[in-house]
């Protein structure tokens, strides 16, 4: 029973600590050294930059639907597995 006990309070105290994140914008720690400019780039880039994916990171996501059926052409390397 104790046991029991020691796990849902465990549970609970993970659930509790996960939910209290902070929402404010990301600043500079003080005292560190600002972020190197990368090469070729004429400065160095902003927070929102490097926290907002790219395209290939998150694609678009293509709503295209089939409109009719088609076979498809054979595949000369879609072989049985061997054994």
Request: hydrophobic share 40%; charged share 30%; aromatic share 2%.
């Amino acid at each position: 029973m104790a046991m029991k006990r020691l796990i849902i309070a465990t549970i609970a105290a993970s659930a509790l600590l996960g939910a209290c994140g902070s929402k404010e914008d990301l600043k500079a720690v003080a005292g560190q050294p600002a972020p190197v400019v990368p090469v070729g780039a004429p400065r160095a880039p902003t927070t929102e930059e490097l926290t907002t994916p790219d395209a290939q990171a998150r694609p678009a996501r293509s709503d295209e639907l089939l409109k009719r059926s088609e076979r498809r052409e054979p595949d000369d390397f879609d072989l049985p597995p061997p054994g």
